[in-house]
């Protein structure tokens, strides 16, 4: 079974600075996909990246950046000079291959709240 | 712009009494998901559906059940509401296409459903 742990419940850092959320994950299959997802305060998930299990090269989006490293089974996300507007639960998901029940399905952690202090 | 909307975002019931909470996507979308997120716990698979009339359970579907009779509109049904279904209920659609099953998914805000 793949499991996803965020072992960060709360994380609280002052605007500008770095932070770093961690996911770490489980999976028996060797083709998979990891996600990340934000949800603000109004409740209402968006999508901030795909990963599949080939791509190991990192991604930087403005200020996020995603390090994924297969060796360790972690896919870590990084925010760079943080924003009040940052603040917000997020969660890592996984995916596995398709051609098995679970494929529609997504595997999520129990997310991480990150508030941003002005 | 893609809309998932959901049909309360706050609602409250008795023990007992059966509870609908609806979804609907303006996107053609084929999948369709239901999650109950609780503290701690993330998000969990109630139910999902991968075309009209078409559903799976998920991780956790007892005291649940759903409808799916058109491709926009997804129901999640509490046929006898009980306490510990207190819970924050999002539902969610996905388009198959060149991704198909790893295509992101688009949320909708959520209801918060209070069982008393």
């Known amino acids: 079974a793949q499991k996803v742990t965020q072992a960060q419940t709360e994380i609280s850092v002052v605007e500008k600075e770095d932070v770093t959320l961690d996911c770490v994950y489980e999976t028996r299959d060797t083709t998979y996909y990891l996600f990340w997802y934000k949800q603000p305060p109004s409740g209402e998930l968006v999508f901030l990246i795909r990963r599949n299990s080939f791509d190991e090269q990192n991604e930087i989006s403005g200020r996020y950046s995603w390090n994924f490293q297969k060796s360790t089974s972690s896919f870590n996300f990084t925010i760079t000079a943080s924003q009040v507007v940052d603040s917000a639960v997020y969660f890592c998901a996984l995916s596995e291959a398709a051609g098995s029940g679970s494929a529609r399905q997504l595997t999520f952690g129990s997310g991480t709240q990150l508030t941003v202090l002005p | 712009d893609v809309k998932v909307t959901q049909s309360s975002r706050y609602l409250v019931k008795r023990t007992g009494e059966k509870v609908f909470l609806e979804c609907v996507q303006d996107m053609d979308h084929e999948n369709m998901f239901w999650y109950r997120q609780d503290p701690g716990l993330g998000l969990r698979l109630i139910y999902f559906?991968?075309?009209?009339?078409?559903?799976e359970k998920g991780d956790i579907p007892e005291g649940y059940s759903v409808s799916r009779e058109k491709k926009e509109r997804f129901s999640l049904i509490l046929e006898s509401a009980s306490t510990n279904q207190t819970s924050m209920y999002l539902c969610?659609?996905?388009?198959?296409?060149?991704?198909?099953?790893?295509?992101?998914?688009?949320f909708g805000p959520g209801t918060r459903l209070t069982v008393l």
């Open positions: 559906s991968y075309d009209v009339k078409m559903k």
């Open positions: 969610a659609s996905r388009a198959l296409g060149a991704g198909g099953p790893y295509n992101e998914q688009f």
